[in-house]
Protein backbone atom coordinates (compact mmCIF):
# COMPACT_ATOMS: atom_id res chain seq x y z
CA UNK A 1 0.00 0.00 0.00
CA UNK A 2 1.56 3.29 -0.89
CA UNK A 3 2.16 5.71 2.04
CA UNK A 4 0.71 9.19 1.41
CA UNK A 5 1.88 12.28 3.52
CA UNK A 6 -1.66 12.57 4.43
CA UNK A 7 -1.24 10.08 6.24
CA UNK A 8 2.32 10.33 7.75
CA UNK A 9 0.60 13.56 9.03
CA UNK A 10 -2.17 11.75 10.66
CA UNK A 11 -0.41 9.86 12.48
CA UNK A 12 2.27 11.97 14.11
CA UNK A 13 -0.65 14.40 15.51
CA UNK A 14 -2.12 11.33 17.00
CA UNK A 15 1.39 9.82 18.50
CA UNK A 16 3.73 12.78 18.77
CA UNK A 17 6.39 10.66 16.72
CA UNK A 18 9.15 12.54 14.19
CA UNK A 19 7.88 12.01 10.75
CA UNK A 20 10.64 9.35 9.76
CA UNK A 21 9.40 7.29 12.43
CA UNK A 22 5.90 7.40 11.42
CA UNK A 23 6.65 6.62 7.81
CA UNK A 24 8.64 3.69 8.96
CA UNK A 25 6.09 2.92 11.08
CA UNK A 26 3.17 3.37 8.37
CA UNK A 27 5.39 1.36 6.09
CA UNK A 28 6.12 -1.36 8.24
CA UNK A 29 2.58 -2.61 8.81
CA UNK A 30 1.31 -1.60 5.31
CA UNK A 31 -0.85 1.55 5.87
CA UNK A 32 -2.64 0.23 9.02
CA UNK A 33 -3.15 3.42 11.16
CA UNK A 34 -3.83 1.17 14.47
CA UNK A 35 -1.02 -1.17 13.99
CA UNK A 36 1.05 1.84 13.17
CA UNK A 37 0.29 3.24 16.67
CA UNK A 38 1.22 0.05 18.24
CA UNK A 39 4.99 0.06 16.39
CA UNK A 40 5.49 3.31 17.44
CA UNK A 41 4.46 2.67 21.03
CA UNK A 42 6.58 -0.71 21.30
CA UNK A 43 9.07 1.26 20.14
CA UNK A 44 8.66 4.20 22.98
CA UNK A 45 8.45 6.49 20.39
CA UNK A 46 4.52 7.23 21.36
CA UNK A 47 2.68 8.01 24.62
CA UNK A 48 -0.15 5.64 25.69
CA UNK A 49 -2.90 8.01 24.29
CA UNK A 50 -5.31 6.45 22.53
CA UNK A 51 -6.72 7.50 19.19
CA UNK A 52 -9.31 10.10 21.02
CA UNK A 53 -10.75 11.28 17.76
CA UNK A 54 -10.15 14.03 15.51
CA UNK A 55 -12.26 16.56 16.19
CA UNK A 56 -13.43 17.78 13.00
CA UNK A 57 -17.53 18.31 12.50
CA UNK A 58 -18.92 21.44 13.63
CA UNK A 59 -21.84 21.81 15.97
CA UNK A 60 -22.80 22.11 19.58
CA UNK A 61 -23.45 19.77 23.10
CA UNK A 62 -25.81 20.53 25.18
CA UNK A 63 -26.79 19.90 28.47
CA UNK A 64 -30.21 19.93 30.14
CA UNK A 65 -30.59 18.92 33.71
CA UNK A 66 -34.62 18.15 35.62
CA UNK A 67 -35.50 21.09 38.03
CA UNK A 68 -34.43 18.34 40.82
CA UNK A 69 -30.97 17.45 39.47
CA UNK A 70 -31.71 14.09 39.46
CA UNK A 71 -31.82 13.24 35.95
CA UNK A 72 -29.54 14.86 33.12
CA UNK A 73 -29.02 14.32 29.18
CA UNK A 74 -26.38 15.61 27.22
CA UNK A 75 -26.78 15.83 23.17
CA UNK A 76 -24.73 16.23 20.22
CA UNK A 77 -25.77 18.05 17.32
CA UNK A 78 -23.65 18.54 14.37
CA UNK A 79 -23.90 21.06 11.77
CA UNK A 80 -21.28 22.03 8.52
CA UNK A 81 -20.02 25.12 9.64
CA UNK A 82 -18.88 26.79 12.91
CA UNK A 83 -21.48 29.73 11.87
CA UNK A 84 -24.51 27.63 11.72
CA UNK A 85 -23.34 25.86 15.18
CA UNK A 86 -23.46 29.68 16.56
CA UNK A 87 -26.84 30.42 15.00
CA UNK A 88 -29.43 31.52 17.26
CA UNK A 89 -32.29 29.74 15.53
CA UNK A 90 -29.72 26.30 15.52
CA UNK A 91 -29.19 26.73 19.21
CA UNK A 92 -32.99 26.87 20.22
CA UNK A 93 -33.90 23.83 17.85
CA UNK A 94 -30.54 22.14 19.62
CA UNK A 95 -32.22 23.32 23.00
CA UNK A 96 -35.50 21.46 22.03
CA UNK A 97 -33.58 18.13 20.98
CA UNK A 98 -32.19 17.60 24.51
CA UNK A 99 -35.79 18.51 26.05
CA UNK A 100 -37.25 15.92 24.10
CA UNK A 101 -33.76 13.73 25.10
CA UNK A 102 -34.29 14.21 29.06
CA UNK A 103 -37.76 13.09 28.78
CA UNK A 104 -37.14 9.69 25.96
CA UNK A 105 -37.41 6.22 26.89
CA UNK A 106 -35.49 5.71 23.44
CA UNK A 107 -32.17 3.32 23.73
CA UNK A 108 -30.90 4.38 20.83
CA UNK A 109 -30.48 7.34 18.67
CA UNK A 110 -32.43 5.36 15.47
CA UNK A 111 -35.35 4.61 18.11
CA UNK A 112 -34.83 8.24 19.50
CA UNK A 113 -35.48 9.52 15.55
CA UNK A 114 -38.12 7.26 14.80
CA UNK A 115 -40.34 8.70 18.07
CA UNK A 116 -43.14 11.63 17.34
CA UNK A 117 -41.49 15.13 17.75
CA UNK A 118 -42.46 16.88 21.15
CA UNK A 119 -43.37 20.11 19.69
CA UNK A 120 -45.62 18.57 16.72
CA UNK A 121 -46.65 15.02 16.91
CA UNK A 122 -47.51 14.42 13.24
CA UNK A 123 -43.74 14.01 12.73
CA UNK A 124 -41.36 12.34 13.80
CA UNK A 125 -37.97 13.61 15.61
CA UNK A 126 -36.39 12.67 11.63
CA UNK A 127 -38.98 14.62 9.76
CA UNK A 128 -38.12 17.54 12.29
CA UNK A 129 -34.66 17.24 11.50
CA UNK A 130 -35.47 17.50 7.79
CA UNK A 131 -37.08 20.55 7.87
CA UNK A 132 -34.96 22.18 10.34
CA UNK A 133 -32.43 21.38 7.77
CA UNK A 134 -34.08 22.72 4.98
CA UNK A 135 -34.74 25.90 6.71
CA UNK A 136 -31.25 26.60 8.22
CA UNK A 137 -29.89 24.96 4.43
CA UNK A 138 -26.93 22.78 5.99
CA UNK A 139 -27.11 19.05 6.58
CA UNK A 140 -27.11 18.69 10.53
CA UNK A 141 -27.19 15.26 12.05
CA UNK A 142 -28.22 14.24 15.70
CA UNK A 143 -25.87 12.31 16.65
CA UNK A 144 -26.17 11.00 20.34
CA UNK A 145 -27.87 11.61 23.25
CA UNK A 146 -26.80 10.04 27.11
CA UNK A 147 -29.21 10.48 30.43
CA UNK A 148 -27.59 9.58 33.76
CA UNK A 149 -30.49 9.42 36.21
CA UNK A 150 -29.51 9.43 40.44
CA UNK A 151 -32.05 8.97 42.41
CA UNK A 152 -29.82 8.92 45.84
CA UNK A 153 -27.86 12.64 44.86
CA UNK A 154 -27.45 14.98 41.68
CA UNK A 155 -26.25 15.44 38.39
CA UNK A 156 -23.71 17.96 38.24
CA UNK A 157 -23.38 19.77 34.68
CA UNK A 158 -20.57 21.68 32.89
CA UNK A 159 -20.38 23.11 29.60
CA UNK A 160 -17.23 24.08 28.04
CA UNK A 161 -16.37 26.75 25.26
CA UNK A 162 -20.05 27.10 24.60
CA UNK A 163 -20.87 23.73 23.53
CA UNK A 164 -17.91 22.26 22.28
CA UNK A 165 -17.40 20.41 25.40
CA UNK A 166 -20.23 18.79 27.48
CA UNK A 167 -19.76 16.34 30.76
CA UNK A 168 -22.42 15.24 33.47
CA UNK A 169 -21.25 13.50 36.84
CA UNK A 170 -23.54 11.31 38.69
CA UNK A 171 -22.80 12.09 42.38
CA UNK A 172 -24.29 9.63 45.19
CA UNK A 173 -24.77 11.99 48.10
CA UNK A 174 -26.58 12.16 51.02
CA UNK A 175 -26.27 16.21 51.75
CA UNK A 176 -26.54 18.32 48.85
CA UNK A 177 -25.69 21.91 50.12
CA UNK A 178 -23.67 24.45 48.28
CA UNK A 179 -20.76 22.57 49.05
CA UNK A 180 -21.46 19.61 47.46
CA UNK A 181 -23.01 21.55 44.41
CA UNK A 182 -19.35 23.31 44.09
CA UNK A 183 -17.38 19.85 44.34
CA UNK A 184 -19.62 18.46 41.66
CA UNK A 185 -19.10 21.11 39.51
CA UNK A 186 -15.28 21.04 39.71
CA UNK A 187 -15.14 17.56 39.26
CA UNK A 188 -16.98 17.98 36.20
CA UNK A 189 -14.58 20.58 35.06
CA UNK A 190 -11.75 17.85 35.65
CA UNK A 191 -13.25 15.40 33.16
CA UNK A 192 -13.73 18.48 30.42
CA UNK A 193 -9.95 19.39 31.24
CA UNK A 194 -8.25 16.34 31.42
CA UNK A 195 -10.53 14.03 29.56
CA UNK A 196 -10.33 10.51 32.06
CA UNK A 197 -11.60 7.45 30.26
CA UNK A 198 -12.82 5.66 33.25
CA UNK A 199 -14.17 6.56 36.60
CA UNK A 200 -12.34 4.13 38.65
CA UNK A 201 -10.15 1.42 38.24
CA UNK A 202 -12.77 -1.38 38.64
CA UNK A 203 -14.28 -0.01 35.24
CA UNK A 204 -10.88 -1.06 33.59
CA UNK A 205 -10.79 -4.70 32.17
CA UNK A 206 -8.09 -7.12 32.61
CA UNK A 207 -7.51 -7.32 28.61
CA UNK A 208 -6.98 -3.84 28.47
CA UNK A 209 -4.59 -4.40 31.89
CA UNK A 210 -2.80 -7.06 29.88
CA UNK A 211 -2.52 -5.04 26.47
CA UNK A 212 -1.02 -2.64 28.13
CA UNK A 213 1.79 -4.79 29.79
CA UNK A 214 2.31 -5.93 26.66
CA UNK A 215 3.25 -2.73 25.10
CA UNK A 216 5.19 -2.28 27.51
CA UNK A 217 7.26 -4.98 27.92
CA UNK A 218 8.01 -4.59 23.84
CA UNK A 219 9.90 -1.27 24.73
CA UNK A 220 11.73 -2.68 27.37
CA UNK A 221 12.80 -6.02 25.46
CA UNK A 222 13.70 -3.04 22.65
CA UNK A 223 15.79 -0.87 24.84
CA UNK A 224 19.06 -2.20 25.35
CA UNK A 225 20.10 -1.11 29.22
CA UNK A 226 16.33 -2.27 30.80
CA UNK A 227 16.23 -5.62 28.92
CA UNK A 228 19.22 -6.58 30.41
CA UNK A 229 18.00 -6.16 33.87
CA UNK A 230 16.46 -8.99 36.33
CA UNK A 231 13.09 -10.20 35.94
CA UNK A 232 11.93 -8.93 38.87
CA UNK A 233 13.29 -5.49 38.06
CA UNK A 234 11.44 -5.78 34.53
CA UNK A 235 8.24 -6.53 36.62
CA UNK A 236 8.14 -4.15 38.92
CA UNK A 237 9.02 -1.06 35.80
CA UNK A 238 6.28 -2.50 34.28
CA UNK A 239 3.68 -2.49 37.20
CA UNK A 240 4.56 1.35 37.81
CA UNK A 241 4.10 2.31 34.36
CA UNK A 242 1.04 0.72 34.45
CA UNK A 243 0.12 2.81 37.50
CA UNK A 244 0.98 5.83 36.06
CA UNK A 245 -1.02 5.41 33.13
CA UNK A 246 -4.09 4.72 35.80
CA UNK A 247 -3.58 7.67 36.62
CA UNK A 248 -3.80 9.42 33.98
CA UNK A 249 -7.01 7.85 33.22
CA UNK A 250 -8.84 7.15 36.03
CA UNK A 251 -10.55 10.03 36.81
CA UNK A 252 -10.61 9.61 40.89
CA UNK A 253 -6.52 8.65 40.39
CA UNK A 254 -6.12 11.60 38.69
CA UNK A 255 -4.32 14.86 40.10
CA UNK A 256 -7.07 17.52 41.12
CA UNK A 257 -6.20 20.46 38.59
CA UNK A 258 -6.84 22.98 41.61
CA UNK A 259 -5.21 20.74 44.10
CA UNK A 260 -2.71 23.79 45.75
CA UNK A 261 -0.21 21.42 46.52
CA UNK A 262 -0.35 19.55 42.93
CA UNK A 263 -0.78 16.26 44.20
CA UNK A 264 -4.36 15.96 46.27
CA UNK A 265 -6.08 13.19 44.19
CA UNK A 266 -9.75 13.64 42.89
CA UNK A 267 -10.71 11.00 45.11
CA UNK A 268 -8.56 12.79 48.51
CA UNK A 269 -10.75 15.95 47.33
CA UNK A 270 -13.91 14.53 47.36
CA UNK A 271 -13.49 12.55 50.83
CA UNK A 272 -12.23 16.15 51.88
CA UNK A 273 -15.21 17.87 51.08
CA UNK A 274 -17.29 14.64 52.43
CA UNK A 275 -15.64 14.99 55.74
CA UNK A 276 -16.02 18.58 55.78
CA UNK A 277 -20.18 18.29 55.62
CA UNK A 278 -20.55 15.04 57.12
CA UNK A 279 -21.51 13.46 53.76
CA UNK A 280 -21.13 10.44 52.34
CA UNK A 281 -19.91 11.04 49.06
CA UNK A 282 -19.14 8.68 45.84
CA UNK A 283 -18.51 9.42 42.19
CA UNK A 284 -20.39 6.93 40.37
CA UNK A 285 -19.44 7.96 36.65
CA UNK A 286 -19.82 10.56 34.20
CA UNK A 287 -20.52 11.21 30.48
CA UNK A 288 -18.15 13.66 28.28
CA UNK A 289 -18.98 15.26 25.19
CA UNK A 290 -16.84 16.78 22.76
CA UNK A 291 -18.51 18.28 19.06
CA UNK A 292 -17.10 16.45 16.28
CA UNK A 293 -14.93 13.76 18.44
CA UNK A 294 -14.38 10.75 16.18
CA UNK A 295 -15.76 12.81 13.14
CA UNK A 296 -12.93 13.19 10.01
CA UNK A 297 -13.95 16.40 8.12
CA UNK A 298 -13.22 16.52 4.38
CA UNK A 299 -10.20 18.67 3.52
CA UNK A 300 -10.89 21.26 0.92
CA UNK A 301 -8.18 22.76 -1.32
CA UNK A 302 -9.34 26.18 -1.72
CA UNK A 303 -7.41 26.85 -4.95
CA UNK A 304 -8.82 23.42 -6.33
CA UNK A 305 -12.30 24.08 -5.36
CA UNK A 306 -11.97 27.73 -7.11
CA UNK A 307 -10.77 26.01 -10.50
CA UNK A 308 -13.26 23.66 -10.53
CA UNK A 309 -15.75 26.60 -10.81
CA UNK A 310 -14.48 28.37 -13.08
CA UNK A 311 -13.82 25.15 -15.12
CA UNK A 312 -9.99 25.49 -14.98
Same mark, same amino acid.
Given at each position: ???????????????????????????? #??? &?????? +?????????????????????????????? &????????????????????? *????????????????????? @?????????????????????? $?????????????????? +? @???????? #?????????????? #?????????????????????????? #?????????????????????????????????????????????? +?? *??????? $?????????????????????????? *???? *???????????? @?????????????????
Amino acid at each position: MAITAAMVKELREISGAGMMDCKKALTA #TDG &DMDKAM +EFLREKGLATAQKKAGRIAAEGIVMLKVSD &DAKKAVAVEVNAETDFVAKNE *KFQNYVAQVAEQALETSAADI @EAFLAEPWKFDTSETVSEALAH $QIATIGENMNIRRFAQVS +E @ENGMIAAY #THMGGKIGVLVDVE #TDVVNDAVKEMAKNVAMQVAALRPQY #TNRSEISEEYIAHEKEILMAQIKNDPKESQKPEKVIEGIINGRINK +EL *KEICLLD $QVYVKAEDGKQSVSKYVDEVAKANGA *KIAI *KGFVRYETGEGI @EKKEENFAEEVAKQMGM
